[in-house]
């Protein structure tokens, strides 16, 4: 259980495009998911906590014109770079939280996608 | 003061050894504590969880907590080369994202 899937793995896209990845929790529902981002040898960054049916919520220094968070529903939450630069590549992932149940704080992860901006 | 904080490592461990990672914790209202491996290019995977003091096995696996020192660690016995990871050290401080220490680095010498 507690199967959480991101697609797409990788992806490598030119400057100036804009890209989506998609986040799904294929075994529970998940009001809340997270997204990060990682770079080599450097520890997770939280971006943002997508709350289903409402905005997201996003950590200081994140531009959320730039991340665009959309979670729709409670096994979905997708985020769109837009505009991507060479800066922007990265591991991106994300993590989806069950709904309830001492479970509740457990965050579980997906494989992450690994994005190249050329 | 980070508010959750690991030796970076790497710690390095003969095979069949006990590993022992450490992790402290700044915010006293903290609640639940876990532990995540990662492999290098991969994304973190569960490992461990443990809500209250003492200790909590699972398998090769032990957590322990202690709340009063704001203290939780991770011991793996009979470390295998397959250990070989950046183990993560995650707190929920009562916030709604878990918030997670930098990592350590283990390696696991056959």
């Known amino acids: 259980g507690a199967v959480v899937s991101q697609h797409p793995s990788r992806v490598i896209c030119k400057s100036g495009t804009s890209v989506k990845i998609e986040c799904r929790s294929l075994?529970?529902?998940?009001?809340?998911m997270f997204w990060y981002r990682q770079f080599p040898k450097k520890s997770l960054m939280l971006m943002a906590t997508s709350n289903e049916g409402s905005k997201a919520t996003y950590e200081q220094g994140v531009e959320k014109d730039k991340f665009l968070i959309n979670h729709a529903s409670l096994t979905l939450s997708t985020l769109t770079v837009t505009s991507a630069h060479p800066e922007d590549s990265s591991f991106y992932i994300c993590?989806?939280?069950?709904?309830?149940?001492?479970?509740?704080?457990?965050?579980?992860f997906g494989p992450g996608t690994r994005l190249t901006v050329t | 003061q980070k508010e959750v904080e690991q030796n970076s490592g790497p710690l390095s461990v003969p095979e069949g050894a006990i590993a022992s990672l450490n992790c402290t914790y700044s915010d006293r209202g903290s609640q639940s504590f876990f532990w995540y491996r990662q492999y290098s290019g991969k994304s973190p995977e569960l490992i461990m969880s443990?809500?209250?003091?003492g200790d909590k096995e699972d398998g090769r696996f032990t957590a322990q907590l202690n709340k009063a020192s704001q203290y939780v660690s991770l011991l793996i016995r009979d470390s295998q080369p397959s250990d070989s990871a950046t183990y993560l050290c995650a707190v929920n401080p009562g916030r709604r994202a878990l918030t997670f220490g930098s990592g350590t680095r283990l390696q696991v010498q056959p």
């Open positions: 075994d529970f529902q998940a009001t809340t």
């Open positions: 443990i809500y209250s003091n």
């Open positions: 993590s989806a939280r069950p709904v309830a149940g001492t479970a509740s704080y457990e965050q579980y």
